[in-house]
């Protein structure tokens, strides 16, 4: 199908690993692709290369791949220009530089590194906190260089008048001309500074609207003049708000986790980490849970709020509990299985498992917690909590005991609704309450005071372990 929206793009640093800020940057945009029938493009910014690693830009796609964001264009993929590294199209970035100093958008300045702290040095002296180039070289043409010297290539900013744009998320923003400098396009090196790197970027791979973090307020008028210089369409920029923690400070690991992939090892789902990351600055009415669906038909840029977002790990916790209850139980075994204890990972099959998740999921947060709650139906012996063991299995205990365990291997049906309907009966014949045999039966099963409902469990376990483990739970009852 032709794509016919917006074309977007993700660009992260390879420089460590992908905060969830980055990640949420990467959802709105590639939301706004599936919304728009638009194309979303990943662009790995590599320029850094003492702080790129390929373990990084390996991050990169793991998480990508994990939060099962497919992007149309970029490494791994292609597209008619792709991959894209921006250490792969140096000999491009030349090219545009060359074309802004021809036209007179920019020029080469040979000034040196130490005529250059001279100066920073002397306006500090002067009381300006602020080095301003002082633009030596801004007027100087090809009769003035200097034989193989370095120089960087500077932007000849206008000093008069203002550059703004609407934006689509903030609205209205205004620079005045004169904030503005003479910066630094391309290196001695021939390696792009970010404002220069990302604008030839995004005019080569005609992207129509930019959404990224607010702290790229500050670069959107120099990236302006840029697209300006180069006889470029102005694409749309949407600035979208910090990310914080509870206490308003900037989100750091004192928090909570960071990394998307410290939320997909604490057992998150990839789709309850994109929900809540969406409607950290973006809202929907009070609709707190969204299927991975629903937020590619719903979400808008008019709804993108202009603040600062909260992190809020309980919200956090019971949007993921929404999302894994709303799972089937055969659903789950493909994930809750490598959370399993090594010893038992292999043990049960899909469908003994699926079964045992339908016992707990409702009690569980996490995948991690799942794990740990079906765990009991899969150990022999199930790991025990003495103190549960030393209040529950004692000798005034093992009548009750034994005479469930003669009803039970009395029993042909072990579903769960026979095993209820039986039992009450049972129950009644021996002028019982359930109450008076459901915890001693409990901890001989489980080794746990707590577990799901009895009867349900029983369906789990099967008839030969229930009784195997009520003998056991008997032996230890009477000391």
Same mark, same amino acid.
């Given at each position: 199908?032709?794509?016919?929206? *917006?074309?977007?793009r993700?660009?992260?640093?390879?420089?460590?690993?992908?905060?969830?800020?980055?990640?949420?940057?990467?959802?709105? =945009?590639?939301?706004?692709?599936?919304?728009t029938?638009?194309?979303? +493009?990943l662009?790995i910014?590599d320029? *850094?290369?003492?702080?790129s690693?390929?373990?990084?830009?390996?991050?990169?796609f793991?998480?990508?791949?994990?939060?099962?964001?497919?992007?149309?264009e970029?490494p791994?993929?292609?597209?008619p =220009?792709? @991959?894209y590294? %921006?250490?792969?199209r140096?000999?491009? &970035?030349k090219q545009?530089?060359?074309?802004?100093?021809?036209r007179?958008?920019?020029?080469?300045?040979?000034?040196?590194?130490?005529?250059?702290d001279?100066?920073?040095?002397? %306006?500090k002296?002067?009381?300006?906190?602020?080095?301003?180039?002082?633009?030596w070289?801004?007027?100087?043409? !090809?009769k003035?260089?200097?034989?193989?010297?370095? &120089?960087?290539?500077r932007?000849?900013a206008?000093?008069?008048?203002s550059?703004?744009w609407?934006?689509? $998320?903030?609205?209205?923003?205004?620079?005045? =001309?004169? %904030?503005q400098?003479? $910066?630094?396009l391309v290196?001695?090196?021939?390696? !792009?500074l970010?404002n220069?790197?990302?604008?030839? *970027?995004?005019v080569t791979?005609?992207?129509t609207?930019?959404?990224?973090?607010?702290?790229? $307020?500050?670069?959107?008028?120099?990236?302006?003049?840029?697209?300006?210089?180069?006889?470029?369409?102005?694409p749309?920029?949407?600035?979208?708000?910090?990310?914080?923690?509870?206490?308003g %400070?900037?989100l750091?690991?004192?928090h909570?986790a960071?990394?998307v992939?410290e939320?997909?090892?604490?057992g998150?789902?990839?789709?309850?980490v994109? =929900?809540?990351?969406?409607?950290?600055?973006?809202?929907?009415?009070?609709?707190?849970v969204f299927?991975?669906?629903?937020?590619?038909?719903?979400f808008d840029w008019?709804?993108c709020?202009?603040?600062?977002?909260?992190?809020?790990?309980?919200?956090?916790a019971?949007?993921?509990?929404?999302?894994?209850? #709303?799972?089937?139980?055969?659903?789950?075994?493909?994930?809750?299985?490598?959370?399993?204890?090594?010893?038992i990972?292999?043990?049960p099959? *899909?469908?003994?498992?699926?079964?045992?998740l339908g016992?707990?999921?409702?009690r569980a947060?996490?995948?991690?917690?799942?794990?740990?709650?079906?765990?009991?139906?899969f150990?022999? @012996?199930?790991?025990e909590?003495?103190?549960?063991?030393?209040?529950?299995?004692?000798?005034e205990?093992?009548?009750?005991?034994e005479?469930?365990?003669?009803?039970?291997?009395?029993?042909?049906d072990?579903?769960?609704?026979?095993l209820?309907a039986a039992t009450?009966t049972?129950?009644?014949?021996?002028g019982?309450?359930?109450?008076?045999v459901?915890?001693?039966?409990?901890? #001989?099963l489980?080794?746990?005071?707590?577990? @799901?409902g009895?009867?349900?469990?029983l369906e789990?376990?099967?008839?030969e372990r229930?009784?195997?483990?009520?003998?056991?739970g +008997?032996?230890?009852?009477r000391?």
């Amino acid at each position: 199908m032709t794509k016919t929206g *917006d074309r977007v793009r993700f660009a992260p640093s390879p420089t460590g690993f992908l905060h969830i800020g980055g990640v949420r940057t990467a959802l709105y =945009n590639w939301l706004w692709a599936k919304r728009t029938n638009g194309t979303f +493009i990943l662009r790995i910014e590599d320029t *850094d290369r003492e702080r790129s690693t390929q373990a990084s830009v390996q991050a990169i796609f793991d998480s990508m791949k994990w939060c099962e964001m497919d992007w149309d264009e970029g490494p791994l993929v292609g597209g008619p =220009n792709g @991959p894209y590294f %921006q250490t792969e199209r140096l000999e491009l &970035y030349k090219q545009f530089a060359d074309r802004l100093i021809d036209r007179g958008f920019a020029y080469r300045c040979y000034a040196t590194k130490e005529e250059l702290d001279a100066e920073r040095e002397r %306006q500090k002296q002067s009381g300006n906190p602020y080095f301003k180039y002082p633009g030596w070289w801004r007027d100087k043409g !090809p009769k003035d260089w200097p034989d193989s010297k370095p &120089y960087v290539v500077r932007l000849k900013a206008p000093k008069s008048g203002s550059t703004g744009w609407n934006d689509v $998320v903030k609205g209205r923003i205004d620079v005045p =001309n004169d %904030q503005q400098q003479d $910066v630094v396009l391309v290196r001695g090196d021939g390696v !792009p500074l970010y404002n220069f790197g990302a604008v030839v *970027d995004d005019v080569t791979m005609g992207i129509t609207l930019v959404a990224r973090g607010d702290d790229h $307020v500050v670069n959107t008028p120099v990236q302006i003049l840029l697209y300006e210089a180069l006889g470029a369409a102005v694409p749309k920029f949407a600035h979208l708000p910090m990310i914080l923690g509870q206490d308003g %400070q900037k989100l750091s690991k004192r928090h909570a986790a960071v990394s998307v992939t410290e939320w997909r090892d604490a057992g998150y789902l990839p789709d309850a980490v994109l =929900n809540y990351l969406a409607r950290l600055g973006w809202s929907h009415g009070d609709q707190e849970v969204f299927t991975r669906e629903e937020l590619c038909r719903l979400f808008d840029w008019e709804h993108c709020g202009s603040n600062a977002a909260k992190f809020d790990l309980k919200k956090f916790a019971f949007v993921q509990a929404s999302h894994l209850r #709303a799972r089937s139980d055969a659903e789950l075994v493909e994930w809750v299985r490598p959370f399993l204890a090594e010893e038992i990972r292999g043990v049960p099959s *899909d469908e003994h498992l699926a079964l045992a998740l339908g016992t707990v999921k409702t009690r569980a947060t996490t995948l991690v917690e799942a794990a740990q709650l079906v765990d009991f139906y899969f150990r022999e @012996p199930p790991a025990e909590d003495e103190k549960a063991v030393a209040k529950f299995l004692v000798p005034e205990n093992v009548a009750h005991l034994e005479g469930l365990r003669v009803h039970f291997a009395a029993q042909s049906d072990f579903s769960r609704a026979a095993l209820e309907a039986a039992t009450t009966t049972w129950l009644a014949e021996k002028g019982l309450e359930l109450k008076h045999v459901a915890q001693p039966a409990r901890v #001989a099963l489980t080794g746990k005071a707590q577990s @799901p409902g009895l009867y349900e469990m029983l369906e789990v376990l099967g008839k030969e372990r229930t009784l195997a483990r009520l003998d056991r739970g +008997i032996a230890r009852a009477r000391g």
